[in-house]
């Protein structure tokens, strides 16, 4: 094929990266934007016109639709946390928890407790063993997902669903919601 041909390929089939890239978008979590997977949808299209033959039997669509799913999944697993179809956000002691500006940093200044130390043993009281180790290593000792989940023998992706876990808890704890 020349240059020309596969560019007005690429032109012709736009429509159905967005289109697969809008299908996609709708079951992944709401941190990934759309123009990020329209991005990927175009780097597929891109692939499957420099590699397309048209001798053979299959139509360009057909082609170009798995190569564009395909490249959508493979940043999906670029940019996650979690293993293939487990896509798991970061947690973090500041992010509000919910719709209200709710963080545990708020809340420690709130309360008047200058001490982090202090603040997670009135907080932890209610967890389990597991949950509060996995809360102080996370967030007094700054260990990361992977250092917590080889010390406690889990995987990292449900160290964030603990921690995840832990804090709406403790927000439903202090905030009554």
Same mark, same amino acid.
């Given at each position: 094929m020349t240059l020309n041909e596969r560019n007005v390929l690429v032109e012709n089939y736009m429509p159905l990266a967005n289109k697969l890239a809008?299908? &996609?978008a709708k079951s992944t979590p709401s941190n990934v934007q759309v123009d990020e997977l329209k991005s990927a949808a175009y780097? @597929?299209?891109l692939d499957a016109s420099r590699k397309f033959d048209p001798e053979r039997s299959v139509s360009f669509g057909a082609y170009a639709s798995l /190569? !564009?799913?395909g490249e959508m999944k493979d940043y999906l697993r670029? !940019?996650?946390? @979690? +293993? /293939?179809g487990n896509y798991v956000t970061p947690v973090s002691i500041d992010s509000p928890l919910g719709n209200e500006n709710f963080t545990f940093s708020n809340l420690l200044e709130d309360r008047g407790l200058a001490d982090s130390t202090e603040f997670f043993e009135d907080v932890t009281n209610g967890l389990n063993r597991l949950e509060t180790h996995v809360i102080i290593l996370y967030y007094i000792e700054n260990k990361t997902l /992977?250092? !917590?989940g080889n010390s406690v023998n889990l995987g990292k992706s449900r160290i964030s669903q603990i921690l +995840? &876990?832990?804090l709406a808890s403790l927000r439903e704890k202090f905030t009554g919601k």
């Open positions: 809008y299908s &996609k780097m @597929g299209l /190569r !564009i799913v670029e !940019i996650s946390w @979690g +293993k /293939r /992977r250092e !917590i +995840k &876990k832990c």
